[in-house]
């Protein structure tokens, strides 16, 4: 399915992958007005999606984001508080790119008004889908599992110090995703060969903290790549298919362990 903001793949798992930065469309209205640095889109998860090219054969459903994270920011609440209170972040309607570049122009930057049409054109309708997958989801099997896909560069230093280890993953601390589910999935991460850790520099954002409630048999975690894991050195954003044929089989077995950690739980409460 597509829709206004997103594309939708339903499937037969009890899991739903959002990636909620891939998107690279920016309208009309907006493009114009961004310096000429914004058009290159540096901050996008390039070709995150692409990543998880088993998720179909693992049955899972999909949401894929359409516009740009300059346009909204899906991972970021609708009230737009700080979800790291103290270090410095990106907003839900960002003005600056993650290196602290204005994304606008002198003068062109929206006012409250854009700011909360933007919300109910593009934020709202990739949180609806989000929740009534999970719904159904959890109406089918008794849970639902939420996977939010995400990447960023190795090295941004004014959002964390020194490099980001290859596979962060984030429950919120453990707020958004049964412990003995986590521990198994980061279990796989740590013995990949990949640098790893869970709760680190990014704990989940807004879809991952929102929406996995474990006491109600939702469970989410968020995984930031390294971009160093599966992007080409360059200018231009490219999958490197040695380092793709590296990561896949690692995401793969992370997912799925996801999944048979969660059906061994219900299977025996």
Same mark, same amino acid.
């Given at each position: 399915?597509?829709?206004?903001?997103?594309?939708?793949?339903?499937?037969?798992?009890?899991?739903?992958?959002?990636?909620?930065?891939?998107?690279?469309?920016?309208?009309?209205?907006?493009?114009?007005?961004?310096?000429?640095?914004?058009?290159?889109?540096?901050?996008?998860?390039?070709?995150?999606?692409?990543?998880?090219?088993?998720?179909?054969?693992?049955? $899972?459903?999909?949401? @894929? =984001?359409?516009? &740009?994270? +300059?346009?909204?920011? *899906? !991972?970021?609440?609708?009230?737009?508080?700080?979800?790291?209170?103290?270090?410095?972040?990106?907003?839900?309607?960002?003005?600056?790119?993650?290196?602290?570049?204005?994304?606008?122009?002198?003068?062109?930057?929206?006012?409250?008004?854009?700011?909360?049409?933007?919300?109910?054109?593009?934020?709202?309708?990739?949180?609806?889908?989000?929740?009534?997958?999970?719904?159904?989801?959890?109406?089918?099997?008794?849970?639902?599992?939420?996977?939010?896909?995400?990447?960023?560069?190795?090295?941004?230093?004014?959002?964390?110090?020194?490099?980001?280890?290859?596979?962060?993953?984030?429950?919120?601390?453990?707020?958004?995703?049964?412990?003995?589910?986590?521990? $198994?999935?980061?279990? @796989? =991460?740590?013995? &990949?060969? +990949?640098?790893?850790? *869970? !709760?680190?520099?990014?704990?989940?954002?807004?879809?991952?903290?929102?929406?996995?409630?474990?006491?109600?048999?939702?469970?989410?975690?968020?995984?930031?790549?390294?971009?160093?894991?599966?992007?080409?050195?360059?200018?231009?954003?490219?999958?490197?298919?040695?380092?793709?044929?590296?990561?896949?089989?690692?995401?793969?077995?992370?997912?799925?362990?996801?999944?048979?950690?969660?059906?061994?739980?219900?299977?025996?409460?």
């Amino acid at each position: 399915m597509t829709a206004p903001g997103f594309t939708f793949r339903q499937g037969t798992a009890p899991l739903l992958i959002s990636f909620p930065h891939v998107g690279i469309q920016v309208p009309g209205d907006i493009a114009p007005r961004l310096v000429p640095e914004a058009h290159a889109l540096v901050d996008t998860d390039w070709h995150v999606d692409a990543l998880y090219d088993s998720a179909d054969a693992i049955g $899972a459903s999909i949401l @894929v =984001a359409g516009y &740009s994270r +300059y346009v909204v920011d *899906l !991972n970021r609440p609708a009230d737009d508080a700080n979800l790291y209170p103290g270090q410095a972040g990106t907003g839900l309607i960002p003005e600056v790119m993650f290196d602290g570049t204005p994304l606008y122009l002198p003068g062109q930057g929206p006012d409250d008004a854009e700011k909360a049409a933007r919300v109910a054109t593009y934020w709202q309708p990739y949180h609806a889908q989000l929740s009534a997958e999970l719904d159904r989801l959890k109406a089918q099997h008794g849970y639902a599992l939420l996977w939010d896909a995400h990447s960023i560069a190795a090295e941004v230093p004014r959002l964390f110090d020194g490099r980001l280890p290859d596979l962060n993953l984030g429950s919120n601390a453990g707020a958004s995703c049964a412990g003995n589910f986590a521990d $198994a999935v980061f279990g @796989v =991460a740590q013995a &990949s060969g +990949y640098s790893a850790v *869970l !709760n680190g520099r990014f704990k989940g954002g807004h879809i991952t903290r929102h929406y996995g409630r474990p006491a109600v048999h939702v469970h989410a975690l968020q995984l930031e790549l390294s971009q160093d894991t599966h992007l080409a050195p360059g200018l231009v954003p490219a999958l490197d298919g040695n380092r793709c044929g590296r990561l896949r089989p690692v995401l793969r077995s992370m997912i799925e362990t996801f999944l048979s950690s969660a059906a061994q739980h219900y299977a025996s409460a």
